[in-house]
């Protein structure tokens, strides 16, 4: 630990220490989260035995008052050190010091966390500990960030203001659109920083996926062909193949999407639609250039083809970067927003942006197949969205996620892997090995992940997000869980054949 981690006081002296409680200085001006801090600081108090082995640690509630953070926080930090191994939990007693620990919560010889192989441990795309968040599996390879990092004030408080929903509101099941002022303030947002949408062109949905799968719905039938990116969104390629559709992909890897590949494959075979992910694409984190994103559009109008842009990272991005809506005007472009990376997934509220003329479509398979949306998850993304607090929670979060990011490449590179793109922003490095046989020999990502798992990880290999096996090993890692000391010691010893 550096001295600003080693400033972390070990103890409260007096009754405080007596009862193990860790009193911590905690810098919430210092890059990192507070759980790093936190488990930082344990770590460090393990290892110098200031916490001896058998000690009782405060329970959650307890340790939250004594430090002034959430239980939210705690309840993250607990469970890191429990993959540590440093603590163990025991049921209806608390948590207990389990062992002396590393000098450093990120030195490469951090022990692996102990745990039991679970039999027949495996993992695919649609795994349900990559989206519950109740796996104590380390959650590298998932798409949510710490509970501390979305701002949980605005959005507890977001909540509590939308469960006062008037009483009349309480008959019927809801606007079929959505939440009426939550779509004119989407609209008015869009209109502000992207293009002129009016609020009847806003249909909201239960998150992003949802939306894929009213587009998929309502334009596509079995065997029409629908291109992706490859690599591109797991979720998608799965729902793609439910359709029945034929998924042809186009690569996109450092540089962007293979724009000759999409024109020659047009060509051969016109999809019906597309999705593309514009900014900070998932997994490689990259950007369309403004070239590029008009040359796409050129070739959608060339083979006649809809243009659905994933567009649920651009509060993450740096303002300016292209986007297909305002290019096309929503002729042939359908706009796919969500707040899931920006106050959390657990309200599950998506959009889609599309032209007057193909919206009452959606709207009619929206009913169909669900009526309507959660009025009261909608209030509360109104109410969390609208004031000065959100954009400041938004400044942070990028900042937050841009010293994760820089970290996490130093980290991966130290455990001898390469960046497959360098990311312009977002949540997520993917990485693989240079020399994937002299590293690894011949394992595959899918079995690296399964190794992981029963060791308490809970990675996504490059399997989960490419049409056929990629040729070499690599994964798409969380930047808020990558620098985790399991996930670097299980990396390290994988290296050395362990």
């Known amino acids: 630990m550096d001295d600003t981690a080693a400033s972390l006081r070990d103890m409260q002296a007096g009754s405080a220490a007596q009862e193990g409680w860790p009193v911590l200085a905690i810098d919430r001006q210092r890059r990192g989260s507070l759980v790093d801090q936190i488990v930082a600081a344990i770590a460090g108090m393990v290892s110098r035995r200031a916490l001896p082995v058998g000690t009782k640690m405060p329970s959650v509630r307890q340790f939250a008052k004594v430090n002034g953070v959430s239980t939210f926080t705690v309840v993250e930090s607990y469970d890191r050190l429990l993959h540590l191994g440093l603590l163990s939990s025991r049921r209806g007693s608390g948590f207990f010091v389990a062992r002396s620990g590393p000098d450093a919560p990120d030195a490469p010889d951090v022990p692996q966390a102990p745990c039991a192989p679970a039999p027949g441990a495996a993992v695919d795309a649609l795994t349900p500990d990559l989206y519950s968040g109740q796996s104590e599996a380390l959650p590298v390879g998932a798409g949510w960030l710490p509970p501390e990092w979305y701002g949980e004030s605005t959005l507890l408080d977001a909540v509590r203001h939308a469960m006062k929903i008037p009483s009349g509101r309480l008959r019927g099941y809801g606007h079929p659109l959505g939440f009426p002022a939550l779509r004119q303030q989407l609209a008015a947002t869009l209109s502000d920083e992207l293009f002129a949408v009016e609020p009847e062109q806003v249909l909201l949905t239960h998150g992003a996926t949802h939306a894929f799968d009213l587009v998929l719905r309502t334009l596509t039938r079995p065997g029409d062909t629908v291109f992706v990116e490859d690599p591109g969104y797991s979720n998608l390629l799965a729902l793609v193949r439910h359709h029945g559709c034929v998924a042809v992909g186009i690569p996109r ?40 994103a008009h040359r796409l559009l050129g070739l959608a109008e060339q083979f006649d083809f809809w243009l659905v842009e994933d567009d649920i990272y651009r509060e993450l991005a740096a303002r300016g970067e292209a986007s297909l809506a305002a290019l096309d005007g929503l002729r042939r472009v359908i706009r796919i927003g969500s707040v899931s990376k920006t106050l959390s997934p657990v309200l599950r509220v998506g959009s889609i942006c599309a032209s007057g003329s193909l919206l009452p479509e959606l709207v009619r398979v929206k009913m169909l197949t669900g009526l309507t949306t959660s009025e009261i998850n909608e209030r509360a993304v109104h109410e969390a969205i609208g004031g000065r607090a959100y954009r400041k929670l938004v400044g942070r979060l990028v900042q937050q996620l841009a010293d994760a990011r820089e970290r996490s490449i130093e980290r991966l590179q130290g455990a001898g892997l390469v960046p497959l793109a360098h990311p312009r922003g977002g949540m997520f490095v993917s990485a693989g090995w240079a020399d994937p046989a002299g590293a690894i020999g011949d394992l595959s990502g899918r079995d690296i992940a399964e190794r992981a798992l029963r060791a308490g990880i809970l990675l996504a290999p490059g399997e989960f997000f490419s049409l056929a096996a990629p040729r070499s090993a690599w994964f798409r890692f969380n930047v808020a869980y990558a620098c985790a000391p399991a996930l670097l010691a299980f990396l390290h010893a994988l290296r050395r054949g362990a």
């Open 253 to 292: 890897g450092a540089n962007g999407l293979d724009l000759d590949v999409l024109a020659a494959r047009a060509a051969a075979t016109p999809p019906k639609l597309m999705f593309v992910n514009t900014v900070l694409q998932n997994p490689l984190g990259t950007s369309l250039t403004p070239a590029g």
